[in-house]
């Protein structure tokens, strides 16, 4: 068990739908990290936070915003869903804002739009 | 623009053989990390191991064993005498600085099957 922990575990839900992602780091942690999962891109860094603050944006959409909350813990919002945004959603955390710090994953939310 | 390029998409191999994953790498910057992780089949990714750019020695852990290299951009994860519960999907992973933060981009992924 990494400590990190998201929910929902699963979600269903239709195109052009809202949803929220939820993750608690790990206790410590300042920084959260969030990823998407898909079969044709493989694991997609899409942003960090640190300490409630944005630290770095990857190829995160539009459509998709994130936020670290004063207890550390993060929100990950996608809006106008399409199929494509299909995948299992990752949170991370990691103790420092340093490249060298592992990150440790939770188990991830897995995001079905139909 | 950083790269990390797993050639081997999936590999089989029977209990108690030897399997080395392969990993290649692309960065412009002289500091950066390499690590590993492991996907097990019930989904959550593992931190297996962590080297910095300054940091060639290679390191043996148990039936694990990472070669570093950086004249070939390569880092590469060996397990000896492999078991079952070996089967997952190992990424190998480039860390450095980016924005104002940093951001870690993983490897496609290689599969590995251990048949007992």
């Known amino acids: 068990d990494s400590g990190v922990t998201q929910t929902p575990k699963h979600l269903i839900t239709a195109t052009g739908q809202r949803v929220t992602l939820r993750c608690s780091p790990r206790?410590?942690?300042?920084?959260v990290y969030w990823y998407q999962q898909s079969l044709d891109q493989g694991l997609q860094f899409l942003i960090q936070?640190?300490?409630?603050?944005?630290?770095a944006k990857g190829n995160i959409l539009e459509r998709f915003s994130a936020q670290q909350f004063p207890d550390l813990h993060s929100e990950l919002n996608l809006s106008s869903l399409e199929l494509g945004d299909s995948a299992l959603y990752f949170c991370?955390?990691?103790?420092?804002?340093?490249?060298?710090?592992?990150?440790?994953f939770g188990n991830g939310t897995r995001l079905t739009v139909t | 623009a950083q790269k990390v390029t797993q050639a081997q998409t999936e590999i089989s191999v029977v209990e108690k053989e030897d399997v080395t994953l392969d990993c290649v790498y692309e960065?412009?910057?002289?500091?950066?990390?390499l690590f590993w992780y492991k996907q097990p089949p019930s989904g959550e990714l593992v931190f297996l191991i962590r080297?910095?750019?300054?940091?060639?020695q290679n390191e043996i852990s148990g039936r694990y064993s990472w070669n570093f290299q950086k004249s070939t951009s390569s880092f590469n994860f060996t397990i000896t005498a492999s078991q079952v519960v070996d089967s997952a999907v190992y990424f190998c992973?480039?860390?450095?600085?980016f924005g104002g933060g940093f951001k870690t981009i993983f490897g496609a992924g290689t599969r590995l099957f251990v048949k007992a």
């Open positions: 991370a955390s990691s103790v420092a804002d340093r490249a060298d710090s592992p990150l440790h």
């Open positions: 206790s410590g942690d300042l920084s």
């Open positions: 936070y640190y300490n409630g603050e944005e630290r």
């Open positions: 960065t412009r910057d002289t500091t950066y990390y």
């Open positions: 080297r910095n750019s300054f940091d060639e």
């Open positions: 992973a480039l860390s450095e600085a």
